[in-house]
């Protein structure tokens, strides 16, 4: 699998320096670069062993071109890049990738920078990864976002149609998001509703875990084809677990201690959100092993429930934000004393069967991550 | 004459289009657009004002904190709920360190490559390189070795035949006035601060989960627990370590920031009479203390007159939509009241795709609002103004030391450099006032005063029937202001008045230019083919939303493509 050699096949030999040369003139030592490799190496759920694999791989791989567009978005999938630490984002647009363009940090504008667009999905088509963060709009036409006078529907096909592959980056671009949320004034649709039948990977959260982004591409430069998802297009490596099966609070839930009031004693002491309307039990997302800022926190050790980010329509299904979340096994007789919403139920049920028929479906000889499947039934 | 149209603009939060005429080298007129249309105050209205904050904050990823703030604020405003101290000194810690990060990301990566020719810095020597940045500070990372590895470091990039975001720029643009040795610095603490921004903005994370969207807001307070024997609340060791990143923020701003901006500043004074406005500038004033009392005055300056400061009365404000892609449903020539705000759309421009916008009709999706039937800027310079002509002890005696460092007047702050250069104050003066905030809040911890929410009213049966409120906010970007209609405990109509509204906004019923068009009349544009002067004033407001500009004649309104070397 190490093998996969990016450069060798695409066209893009030309370019004589790779990840590894790059970052040696940019003074990464190269135990800094192996220390890199592991952390990568974790972050995609893979054992130890293959991180000398990762480090083969990123050693050929001649900086990949990849275009980003933003859509309507918030440009908080962005910020998240931005955040990056392992790669940090100077490696990342420095020496690992060739990020040629994207809007918020390029600096050529107006027609150059449209002009750069144009260059990368020429003279690299077929071969250019694209990331889309934020909803395409289709309702009147499409003339709720446009960039240089041309749709964000008509700019995804073209651009998404011609990649090697795309990743949809944030929950906008993985479901809709936000302005697909009812009742969707402008007809805010997915990059898989938009252009249907391309190769994508969706990385969905609000925003973006930056680590599972830059795992996503090592993931394309190791093993050179995408991982493995579930039936809603995510990765397995990190969204396989439901949050509630792997947060650290999940003792307080089996043993019945709750936070009852913000600021409460079983607030202060970390006992279970769920009470103050946790959506941990409905979402599949590694925030309590992978966490944010360089593994700083995450939602519920701050003392804030999940609200259900990575999950599509969550908007919808999983609000309001602080009502409890009805059937929870495990629960007990207030579960079914306590139903608040059908939807909300719903939503619930269509979280667990989805996991289950992906279950079914995902049976692949070869998988890398074969056995991370298995708690979430 | 020629019309130049700028789309995308780049280095910028979201979707920006300028179209401007140009005659004799300068602009005469200009029009400014957004668009992209999400509606999320249409999609707010019926649900929980308790989640409002969480959905606004969706509004903007970049200053991902303010729309929150102004959230809770506007329904506990509503609903009259006065929240703990605690939970006061930490929003402030989480404002401050919001604006003080986002000057920096916007001064180095969205704005430097306006004034930075990063190409001409690998001519640079780096030993004169490190003579220059040890005149300027003792940041120390100066010597002659650090210099050369980024100025290799970028040879490297270059060679590699690939420039990724840097490719198709205005490098060797005339108006680039650097010398090769600034270039280069600039260049080394643009990486740098790529670096300090994620590390700095950890403060967000241990307050509130992680950031962008950080998740720990609450109408009546915040939901970081407070305990210093607890692993699982706010603690010593947690304390201790947002200290240590303040400090860490506050050294970057004063030892690298502050002379960068000096330095540069010095090459573009003629910057300072270039880029200014209508000269009406209005701030909403923030940080308060536990009683209340605001830290940045709130007030208004009108024509430029550093002499009088107005009061602010939020019924005088109201927004247009005469050139924005809205009807309301009395009619046009008529400004609503955010609480009795529509946001019905109806979008009227070309069908796309379209080469120009008819700039004498409806442009935008950003509204006009406008005080009292007059055009306002905000941000950082609005909020400067108003706190230096109100007499603020800390602002006047850092704007005194800009001015007198660069050798200029007052009068040099109504300008683009004045914007840029007010970004820096601002920062400067946060970097330096919030750690003050975490030492009220350790000294009210070590009382036993742990309280973070105020949960009287958490319950919405507790709440009358219909409430209204209003939540006022200085973000990063200037005056910030939600209005909030709650009935039967679910929101009835919802609207956020942001600074870039104030700022891009199109035309009024009364043709009056929004800011962003009146202060690029009279910007010198070098080669119409590369608009860099545009770029320079539109950045210096720090724009929160994404543009583009292209170029076309006036009377054939064909567009000029801009040649790439």
Redesign the interface.
């Known amino acids: 699998m190490g093998s996969q050699k990016f450069g060798k096949k695409d066209g893009l030999e030309k370019y004589s320096y790779s990840v590894s040369d790059l970052l040696k003139a940019r003074g990464v030592s190269r135990r800094d670069f192996l220390k890199f490799c592991s952390a990568v190496t974790a972050a995609l759920a893979l054992p130890v062993s293959f991180a000398p694999k990762v480090a083969e791989a990123l050693e050929q791989a001649k900086r990949p071109p990849v275009v980003w567009l933003n859509f309507q978005d918030c440009t908080g999938d962005t910020e998240a890049l931005l955040r990056s630490a392992n790669p940090t984002v100077a490696e990342i647009v420095l020496d690992i990738l060739s990020l040629d363009y994207h809007e918020t940090i390029m600096a050529a504008a107006g027609h150059q920078a449209e002009e750069a667009l144009e260059k990368t999905i020429t003279e690299f088509k077929g071969k250019y990864l694209c990331l889309v963060e934020g909803s395409i709009s289709t309702k009147d036409n499409g003339v709720y976002c446009c960039i240089g006078g041309k749709t964000s529907m008509s700019i995804a096909k073209k651009v998404c149609g011609g990649a090697a592959a795309t990743i949809a980056v944030g929950t906008c671009a993985a479901y809709g998001g936000i302005a697909a949320a009812s009742p969707n004034p402008t007809g805010a649709v997915s990059v898989k509703e938009a252009v249907p039948g391309i190769t994508l990977i969706n990385l969905p959260g609000c925003p973006v875990n930056a680590d599972i982004l830059s795992a996503s591409f090592v993931h394309y430069l190791v093993f050179g084809k995408i991982p493995a998802m579930d039936a809603l297009g995510r990765p397995l490596f990190a969204y396989g677990k439901l949050i509630h099966n792997n947060c650290e609070r999940r003792p307080h839930f089996d043993a019945g201690q709750y936070v009852e009031k913000w600021g409460d004693e079983g607030h202060r002491k970390g006992f279970c959100l769920y009470k103050m309307g946790c959506k941990g039990p409905a979402t599949f997302h590694n925030c309590p092993t992978q966490r944010y800022n360089e593994k700083t926190s995450w939602p519920v050790a701050a003392g804030h429930g999940c609200v259900g980010c990575s999950e599509p329509n969550f908007w919808d299904t999983m609000s309001p934000m602080y009502k409890r979340l009805p059937n929870v096994p495990g629960f007990g007789i207030e579960s079914t004393a306590d139903k608040i919403g059908l939807g909300m139920v719903g939503g619930v049920a269509a979280a667990f069967a989805v996991h289950g028929a992906m279950n079914a479906m995902r049976k692949k000889p070869d998988s890398e991550d074969k056995d991370n499947h298995s708690d979430d039934k | 004459m020629a019309k130049i149209?700028?789309?995308?603009?780049?280095?910028?939060?979201?979707?920006l289009r300028i179209e401007a005429e140009v005659n004799g080298g300068k602009i005469t007129d200009a029009w400014s657009s957004s668009?992209?249309?999400?509606?999320?105050e249409?999609?707010l209205k019926g649900?929980?004002p308790?989640?409002a904050w969480?959905?606004v904050q969706?509004?903007?990823?970049?200053c991902?904190t303010v729309h929150s703030i102004a959230s809770i604020r506007a329904v506990e405003d509503a609903l009259k709920i006065k929240i703990p101290p605690n939970a006061q000194l930490i929003r402030n810690i989480i404002m401050g360190i919001q604006n003080v990060q986002d000057h920096v990301?916007h001064f180095y990566?969205?704005h430097a490559?306006d004034w930075v020719d990063?190409v001409s810095g690998l001519k640079a020597d780096p030993v004169k390189t490190s003579a220059l940045a040890a005149s300027l500070s003792d940041w120390p990372n100066n010597s002659a070795t650090y210099f050369k590895?980024v100025q290799?470091?970028v040879k490297?990039?270059v060679?590699?035949?690939?420039l990724?975001?840097?490719?198709?720029?205005?490098?060797g643009h005339p108006a680039y006035k650097l010398p090769p040795e600034a270039n280069l610095m600039a260049t080394a603490h643009y990486?740098e601060a790529?670096?300090w921004?994620?590390d700095v903005?950890?403060i967000?994370?241990?307050?509130?989960?992680?950031?962008?969207?950080p998740?720990?807001f609450?109408v009546?307070?915040m939901?970081?627990?407070?305990?210093p024997d607890?692993?699982?609340?706010l603690n010593a060791d947690k304390l201790i370590e947002i200290k240590r990143l303040l400090k860490k923020a506050q050294d970057f701003v004063e030892k690298v920031y502050i002379p960068d901006l000096l330095a540069i500043a010095s090459f573009y004074k003629d910057w300072a009479a270039i880029g200014g406005g209508d000269g009406n500038y209005l701030c909403y004033g923030d940080m308060p203390d536990a009683n209340g009392n605001l830290w940045f005055p709130a007030g208004i300056i009108l024509k430029n007159d550093l002499t009088k400061v107005y009061p602010v009365d939020q019924k005088k404000i109201a927004e247009y939509v005469d050139h924005s892609w809205y009807e309301y449903a009395g009619g046009a020539g008529k400004g609503l009241h955010p609480w009795d705000g529509e946001s019905e759309?109806k979008?009227t421009?070309?069908?796309?795709?379209?080469?120009?916008l008819d700039t004498d009709k409806k442009y935008s999706?950003v509204k006009s609002p406008r005080y009292d039937e007059k055009t306002m800027e905000v941000g950082p310079l609005a909020r400067l103004l108003v706190a230096y002509g109100s007499g603020h002890k800390e602002t006047k005696a850092a704007v005194d030391m800009v001015l007198k460092k660069l050798g200029v007047g007052p009068a040099a702050l109504f300008s683009t450099l004045g914007r840029t250069a007010a970004r820096g104050i601002d920062c400067l003066l946060l970097a330096q006032q919030t750690p003050k905030y975490l030492d009220e809040l350790i000294a009210n911890i070590g009382k036993g005063d742990?309280?973070?929410?105020n949960?009287e009213k958490?319950e919405p049966s507790s709440w009358p029937t219909e409430a209204s409120g209003y939540g006022w906010h200085e973000a990063p970007r200037g005056a910030l202001g939600h209005w909030i209609k709650i009935k039967d405990q679910k929101i009835l109509n919802y609207q956020a008045v942001v600074p870039s509204t104030w700022n891009a906004s199109p035309r009024d019923a009364k043709g009056q230019r929004g800011p962003y068009e009146a202060s690029l009349i009279g910007t010198p544009v070098a080669d119409p083919n590369?608009?860099l002067e545009i770029?320079r004033t539109i950045h210096s407001f720090d724009p929160c939303l994404?543009?583009?500009?292209?170029?076309m004649d006036v009377n054939g309104n064909e567009v000029v493509?801009?040649k790439?070397s």
């Not at chain 2, 939901?223 to 305990?227: C, G, L, N, Q, V």
Request: aromatic share 10%; hydrophobic share 35%.
């Open positions: 149209v700028v789309d995308p603009i780049t280095r910028i939060e979201g979707h668009t992209m249309y999400r509606g999320i249409k999609i649900r929980d308790r989640d969480y959905w969706r509004i903007c990823g970049v991902t990301i990566h969205l490559l990063v590895g290799d470091k490297t990039f060679a590699s035949g690939r990724g975001p840097f490719a198709n720029a205005y490098w990486l790529l670096d921004q994620k903005i950890k967000h994370a241990i307050l509130g989960s992680k950031n962008p969207h998740q720990t609450l009546g307070g939901s970081i627990p407070i305990d607890s692993q699982n609340a759309a979008y421009g070309p069908k796309p795709p379209y080469e120009h999706w742990y309280r973070i929410h949960g958490w590369k608009p770029l994404a543009c583009a500009v292209h170029v493509k801009v790439v």
